[in-house]
Antibody
């Protein structure tokens, strides 16, 4: 069974930093691209960032470009999202998601809540 | 960016009803559309891709259609487990945008 477990969320002040982690199990992690998707409370889904299986190709949404960094450690079967210069509008539940084929998101974690507030 | 617009935003229906959710793209995207189901506090569930191809183990009462700019998700006979929010997503081009969601409620 595919499992994706996010951690690292919490309360942070505007301008602060946070690092999210995602532990993967139940599949060959190093063979899959991965992505982060977020959901502002009460709102819809927003794609955030993508990384290929080997880490060679990375994409970001314009809203986080230059502030967030996606990375992975295939030996540890883990995905990361380093978030800097956090703003109130980054407040959201962040989901770690496995990518199937051409950018469809076939397995999602339960999410971790990031709250940016003073 | 490609904008995805879903309608309606909220849909009330009875168990056993047939319902259709529409998703319109701001430009032609072929059939590069996926659909997801999301229940509060749970992980979103992937339903289908290429507009109409069901993911394995998704019940056959779910179906999808469309190409170009207009897409539909149909549930042929609503079951209690189907009441949730549904999202379309385009994966024709970066950024990979979602519709705003359609909340399906029990009438």
């Amino acid at each position: 069974e595919v499992q994706l477990v996010e951690s690292g969320g919490g309360l942070v002040k505007p301008g602060g930093s946070l690092r999210l982690s995602c532990a993967a199990s139940g599949f060959t992690f190093e063979s899959y691209s991965m992505t982060w998707v977020r959901q502002v409370p009460g709102k819809g889904l927003e794609w955030v960032s993508f990384i290929t299986s080997g880490g060679g190709t990375i994409y970001y949404a314009d809203s986080v470009k230059g502030r967030f960094t996606i990375s992975r450690d295939n030996a540890k079967k883990s995905l990361y999202l380093e978030m800097n210069s956090l703003r109130a509008d980054d407040t959201a539940v962040y989901y770690c998601v496995r990518v199937k084929g051409l950018m469809v998101f076939d397995n999602w974690g339960q999410g971790t809540l990031v709250t940016v507030s003073s | 960016d490609i904008e995805m617009t879903q309608s309606p935003s909220t849909l009330s229906a009875f168990v056993g009803d047939r319902v259709t959710i529409t998703c319109r793209a701001s430009q032609s995207i072929g059939d590069w559309v996926a659909w997801y189901q999301h229940k509060p506090g749970k992980a979103p569930k992937f339903l289908m891709y290429r507009a109409s191809t069901l993911e394995s183990e998704v019940p056959s009462r779910f179906s999808g259609s469309g190409s170009g700019t207009e897409f539909t998700l149909t549930i042929s006979s609503l079951q209690p487990d189907d009441f949730a929010t549904y999202y379309c997503q385009q994966y024709k081009s970066n950024p990979y945008t979602f519709g705003q969601g359609t909340k399906l409620e029990i009438k």
